[in-house]
């Protein structure tokens, strides 16, 4: 009996992943090609040789997920695997449909195959959609860990857009290395918080060799997860965020949902500024789908280091790409903060937009009056600058985490928008991580 054949749906992240997992050293099966969407620029490429293995002498073909169909007959495929992450169940189920209906079965992947055991105690903070808040949760528990002087490290679920064979396993410990391994902007946007503090950040396609590296350097891991995925590295204890400004999706989303039943913790975030029909779905789903579950309700506090820049201007705002692409918010930190702070105008961008920046309002028409942040490749940049230099506005809003300036000329003053979680009640992250670390590294520390 022949080697089945696979094709794994992805978007250049826990795709690599479950191939590295599962199918790289696996006879029994044979990758004829991944396939990618979510992220330009990465259809058109090969999967390298030098990351495929032996069984791969020619590396592995990726061609975009439209093709889907068209690839199941041409390589006669058995089984279609979906890798990857933030999408609504319909979206899951469609995709499902479309390979049954061209021959192939369809499987999803699990933790049991998938997670990687750490000999270190390990953190996981995960959200049950893309924009939710972790990066505000992540940064919590490292200041919590600097306070205490516990040496950790953050593993960040991967974002290899560039040339892959570089994206192996990737330390950052400064600003200067965005610059050595041309990140794009969604990648500045996760890593420039954590260097500014001085913490280092792992991430890369070789999670099992990138995990080994940072066990050597660090007492404890925090897995820094993307969009609404789940761990790569098993976690001792896992927070996932919910978003109560998308009530119904934290049970209404892959692998969200997964996410909100695995929790040890569930943080329902932003109820300063989501409507209390909204926060109390959630707390109703979150007692129905995982009732062990401690939860948390905190704020998403927003910081502008210059409002005089926004009060009575006409500000074009600019948020994370994610959030607004496939995370399904209309707008994010950027645009609360220019309400917040009395902009006469929130200029929209999309009829000065060009290029595949207009593109992707077509592809996402929820898109509300601000830019996104996208930047993946050189073309991009060009067109994301060219689309601000247009847009008619006095000062721009910066709801992107990342420094855009580093990549592309900026031709009016911005303002920098960041935002801070603070839990509300009595239990705290700073308690539970202080009971979590006295149990795993048998030291007792100060609440």
């Known amino acids: 009996m022949g080697r089945k054949r696979v094709i794994i749906l992805g978007a250049a992240g826990r795709d690599f992943h479950v191939f590295n997992m599962v199918f790289r050293d696996n006879s029994s099966f044979e990758v004829v090609a991944f396939t990618a969407a979510q992220i330009p620029n990465i259809s058109g490429r090969v999967y390298p040789p030098e990351l495929a293995g032996p069984l791969y002498p020619n590396g592995i073909p990726i061609y975009d997920e439209d093709m889907l169909p068209e690839l199941i007959r041409k390589f ?8 990857y992450s933030d999408l609504l169940h319909t979206e899951v189920m469609h995709k499902a449909s479309l390979a049954l209906a061209s021959g192939a079965s369809f499987m ?12 270190k105690p390990v953190i996981a903070v ?25 040496s950790h490290v953050i593993i960040r679920h991967p974002m290899p857009y560039g040339n ?58 925090i897995w820094d997860g993307g969009n609404n995925d789940f761990p790569f590295i098993k976690p001792d204890l896992m927070i996932t965020v919910t978003d109560p400004l998308r009530a119904g999706h934290e049970v209404n989303s892959y692998p969200g949902e997964v996410n909100l039943r695995m929790a040890d913790i569930v943080i329902i ?15 109703k789903n979150i007692k129905l789908f995982n009732p062990e579950a401690v939860v948390i309700e905190a704020e998403s506090i927003i910081i502008v280091d210059r409002p005089e820049l926004i009060a009575s201007k006409r500000v074009l705002v600019i948020e994370d790409g994610p959030t607004v692409t496939h995370g399904h918010l209309g707008y994010g930190a950027g645009y609360m903060a220019a309400v917040k702070y009395g902009a006469r105008e929130i200029v929209d961008p999309r009829p000065y937009a060009i290029g595949s920046i207009r593109k992707v309002y077509e592809e996402y028409p ?14 991009q940049v060009k067109e994301l600058e060219e689309t601000v230099k247009n847009t008619p506005c006095d000062s721009i809003v910066l709801g992107t985490p990342a420094d ?26 700073r308690q539970i991580v202080i009971r979590f670390l006295s149990e795993k590294l048998g030291k007792k520390y100060s609440a």
């Not at 192996?168 to 918080?193: A, G, M, N």
């Not at 975030?269 to 707390?283: D, F, G, Y």
Request: glycine share 6%.
């Open 76 to 83: 006669d495929v058995d089984l279609v695997v979906l890798a």
């Open 108 to 119: 999803l992947l699990g933790p049991k195959e998938t997670m990687i055991e750490s000999k």
């Open 126 to 150: 995960c959200a049950t959609r893309t924009g939710a808040g972790k990066s505000t949760v992540t940064r919590k528990i490292s200041n919590i860990l600097k306070e205490l002087r516990i």
């Open 164 to 221: 892959l064979k570089e994206y192996r396993v990737q330390r950052f410990t400064s600003l200067k290395d965005l610059d050595r391994y041309k990140c794009t902007i969604e990648e500045r946007e996760e890593y420039e918080p954590h260097l500014e503090r001085e913490v280092v950040v792992y991430s890369g396609i070789d999670c099992r060799e990138i995990l080994k590296q940072a066990e050597k350097e660090a007492d404890v891991i």
């Open 269 to 283: 975030n932003k109820i300063n500024v989501a409507s209390p029909e909204n926060i109390r779905l959630v707390r």
């Open 366 to 379: 929820h898109i509300g009056p601000v830019l996104p942040a996208m930047g993946y490749g050189e073309t």
């Open 404 to 429: 855009i300036s580093r990549l592309m000329s900026v031709n009016k003053p911005a303002t920098k928008v960041r935002y801070e979680l603070k839990e509300r009640g009595t239990l705290t992250l």
